[in-house]
């Protein structure tokens, strides 16, 4: 009976902290508990914490100038860069209108030594079609006085060659 007693007169207490009786005593143990812990943290935690954070606003100030300073040399890359290909684009260019040039002049000296050696030709063709000319008027002349004296001879004529000859030139010269 007794355990149950002490049971019955617990309940009949309530919550112990709820016990106005024990209010100063856990008061008491709550401020030392609270002073203990505002201490460690105080000493402890808190300037870790502290350093913690300085050291990452220092990384992270320190990052950003790194990629600031970055940034501006990325920039002045990209402007060399640009620099750079409008220069070999230039010069390229002058390449090409020197091997246009170069390819001009070339074609020009094969055109003029073509036409050259077509002039040749021609003179050298005309002088030979002047020699066929010449060789064969005088060929035809010389058929046509033969032609001329046996067409007398066959109709019964006497053959006069200077009257032949007169003839002939006479007719080729129109």
Not at 43 to 48: G, K
Not at 63 to 83: I, P
Not at 157 to 167: C, F, K
Request: hydrophobic share 55%; no cysteine.
């Amino acid at each position: 009976m007794a355990t149950t007693e002490t049971a019955h007169e617990a309940a009949k207490a309530g919550m112990p902290q709820l016990d106005f009786s024990t209010f100063p005593n856990q008061i008491f143990w709550l401020l030392v508990t609270l002073a203990v812990i505002f201490f460690v943290l105080r000493t402890v935690a808190l300037p870790r914490i502290g350093g913690i954070l300085t050291t990452r606003r220092g990384q992270i100030s320190g990052d950003l100038a790194a990629a600031e300073e970055l940034k501006h040399k990325a920039l002045e890359a990209e402007k060399a860069y640009n620099a750079a290909l409008v220069s070999a684009r230039a010069e390229a260019g002058k390449i090409v209108a020197a091997a246009k040039a170069e390819i001009q002049a070339d074609l020009n000296a094969a055109i003029a030594k073509a036409d050259a050696e077509i002039a040749a030709k021609t003179a050298e063709s005309a002088s030979r079609i002047d020699e066929i000319r010449a060789a064969a008027s005088d060929v035809v002349a010389s058929v046509a006085k033969d032609t001329a004296a046996e067409l007398v001879v066959a109709m019964g004529g006497a053959v006069d060659a200077r009257a032949i000859e007169a003839a002939v030139t006479a007719r080729l010269k129109g």
